[in-house]
């Protein structure tokens, strides 16, 4: 089992960037693929984007393409959403999920285990 926290979150201004980490505690993280969630108020959790365990291989959904960047740091156990020209509609809560074994990244995998969550929210 692999416990996660997210970290990162926070207020900025539309054009802005942040950067979220999930660190993850336990064995072998390398044999997790990783994935980021998002929920905005009154709507669905919705993926965003998933790395595989050692980063060969990466899915990312429409509406993040461009601007997002998932990246992983098996050293320290944490993989990073970098996102870049935030837009308010990026406002939501963002969740780090994980699955144990070797998986075909898209944009429907399923994931196992999930983190708390991390507020973000972008101003116009």
């Known amino acids: 089992q692999v416990q996660l926290v997210e970290s990162g979150g926070g207020l900025v201004q539309a054009g802005g960037s942040l950067r979220l980490s999930c660190a993850a505690s336990?064995?072998?993280?390398?044999?997790?693929?990783m994935g980021w969630f998002r929920q905005a108020p009154g709507k669905e959790r919705e993926f965003v984007t998933a790395?595989?365990?050692?980063?060969?291989?990466?899915a990312y959904a429409d509406s993040v393409k461009g601007r997002f960047t998932i990246s992983r740091d098996n050293a320290k156990n944490t993989v990073y959403l970098q996102m870049n020209s935030l837009k308010p509609e990026d406002t939501a809560v963002y969740y780090c999920?994980?699955?144990?074994?070797?998986?075909?990244?898209?944009?429907?995998?399923?994931?196992?285990?999930w983190g708390q969550g991390t507020q973000v929210t972008v101003s116009s």
């Open positions: 999920a994980a699955r144990y074994g070797t998986v075909k990244i898209s944009t429907l995998l399923k994931f196992d285990y």
């Open positions: 790395i595989s365990g050692y980063g060969s291989s990466t």
């Open positions: 336990g064995r072998t993280f390398s044999g997790y693929a």
